[in-house]
């Protein structure tokens, strides 16, 4: 099955400073991969998505960015907030699969 | 629009004991999906259905778990003798089709004693 890595595990930065999250997977088939926001004691949100036919989609202070070749894709955030703290979970389904395989998940906060 | 909604927020058992787990989804989704969230981790898919069948069964851990889909709308997780082990936050989610945006319940937090 898949299995998504997510590196890392906890990340801090000054508001207004730029975070990024990395992640890997192992099935060269998936194809949808989504990010979603979760704060502490609430339910997961999508914040954006990419598909494997595009390689970088962005969305205000948010983009994602998918490498195919090496099997990792990245969330960037820009001009970082205190409403930005949450952990972030990466995903990915394989082509017309439903499943989503969970990184760990990152736990960011934003220093004000 | 509602949102995904799951009941009971929390559930406190004893270890052994049956519980059930509930899960509206958004109205006119037809793909709804079952996940487990242990503490410090991302979910981890346990069952999908598409419509009133349960497409993919193969996340449940074993045959103490089981859920229904009887109308093709509300979905029911049970849970017989449970164990400790059983503990976390139960996820359900839904999706107006597959592949799609699936949207997240809050999650019923399951803590066996």
């Known amino acids: 099955g898949e299995n998504v890595e997510q590196h890392p595990s906890t990340l801090s930065v000054q508001e207004g400073d730029s975070a990024v999250i990395k992640c890997t997977y192992s099935?060269?088939?998936?194809?949808?991969f989504p990010w979603y926001k979760q704060e502490l004691g609430k339910r997961p949100q999508l914040i954006i998505d990419?598909?494997?036919?595009?390689g970088e989609k962005k969305d205000q202070r948010i983009a994602v960015t998918l490498n195919k070749t090496a099997k990792h894709f990245s969330l960037h955030i820009t001009e970082t907030q205190p409403e930005d703290s949450a952990v972030y979970f990466c995903a990915a389904s394989i082509s017309n699969d439903y499943k989503l395989s969970f990184g760990a998940g990152t736990t960011v906060t934003v220093r004000a | 629009g509602a949102g995904v909604s799951q009941t009971p927020s929390n559930k406190v058992t004893e270890k052994g004991k049956y519980v059930e787990l509930r899960c509206d989804p958004i109205?006119?989704?037809?793909?709804l999906y079952w996940y487990r969230q242990s503490l410090g981790q991302g979910p981890e898919f346990l069952i999908y259905f598409q419509g009133t069948g349960a497409a993919d069964d193969s996340g449940l851990p074993n045959d103490r778990f089981f859920a229904v889909r009887p109308e093709g709308s509300v979905s029911t997780l049970k849970i017989q003798r449970t164990e400790r082990g059983d503990s976390a936050v139960y996820l359900c989610?839904?999706?107006?089709?597959?592949?799609?945006?699936?949207?997240f319940g809050p999650g019923t937090r399951l803590t066996v004693l």
């Open positions: 109205s006119g989704h037809t793909a």
């Open positions: 099935d060269s088939a998936s194809n949808y």
């Open positions: 989610a839904s999706s107006s089709v597959v592949p799609d945006t699936q949207y």
């Open positions: 990419i598909r494997s036919n595009v």
